[in-house]
């Protein structure tokens, strides 16, 4: 069985300044990896994944994750967040075969002025 | 495209009253799926579907109903609400049943509130 674990259920950055949202993972099997955002009072959609090759994934508005298999750890990182990142972040893991995602709690990103 | 529809966006209800949440999608995605979202559990799978006919449990399907007539549509049916349904419910799809690898596209979500 799979599982996903978001340690921080909030976090609070000033704006301009570099965040970390952290995510592990536990899975016997090979796993593809997901971000998705929910802005206020949306759906969610899809920041970035991970299937396989480079372990760095970026999306097109600038965060980062890195696939980290030893430490089972797919972080998302941003150096720079503004006002409009405000949002809900959930991990995600699913493997071959199988459509069906495992969510992490989530993790509340609020930008400080 | 629009996408993944969802209606209606609000509902309330009373204890034991029944209800279907409708799930449309026109992309023609074979994998259909409902979500409930409760605050601090994230996001919980309650059915889904690989594909017109073919349906299956997810992890909290207890209460709930569902069908797939048609590649489109992807109905949740509460049979008696409780106050335990309560929640936001997403409906989800996405191309292939069976990658693992796909976008899953969400739709804006159904707030139920039973009293």
């Known amino acids: 069985a799979q599982s996903v674990t978001q340690l921080d259920s909030q976090v609070p950055v000033f704006e301009e300044a570099p965040v970390e949202l952290r995510c592990n993972y536990s899975s016997s099997v090979s796993v593809y990896l997901f971000w998705y955002v929910q802005y206020p009072n949306q759906g969610l959609q899809l920041l970035l994944k991970?299937?396989?090759?480079?372990?760095l994934v970026e999306s097109i508005n600038g965060f980062e994750a890195e696939f980290n298999k030893s430490q089972t750890s797919f972080h998302l990182r941003k150096p720079s967040v503004h006002i409009s990142d405000t949002a809900e972040y959930f991990c995600a893991v699913g493997y071959f075969g199988n459509e069906k995602l495992t969510f992490g709690t989530g993790t509340r990103l609020t930008i400080i002025p | 495209n629009a996408g993944v529809t969802q209606t209606p966006k609000f509902q309330v209800l009373k204890t034991g009253q029944s209800m279907t949440l409708q799930c449309a999608q026109d992309m023609n995605h074979e994998y259909m799926s409902w979500y409930r979202q409760d605050p601090g559990m994230g996001l919980r799978l309650i059915h889904y579907s690989v594909g017109a006919g073919i349906t299956d449990q997810g992890e909290v399907p207890n209460g709930y109903n569902v069908s797939r007539s048609t590649t489109e549509d992807f109905p949740l049916r509460l049979l008696s609400a409780a106050p335990s349904q309560t929640s936001v419910y997403f409906c989800?799809?996405?191309?292939?049943?069976?990658?693992?690898?796909?976008?899953?596209?969400f739709g804006p979500g159904t707030r139920l509130t039973v009293l």
């Open positions: 991970y299937l396989s090759g480079s372990t």
């Open positions: 989800a799809s996405s191309q292939s049943g069976t990658s693992g690898a796909d976008t899953q596209y």
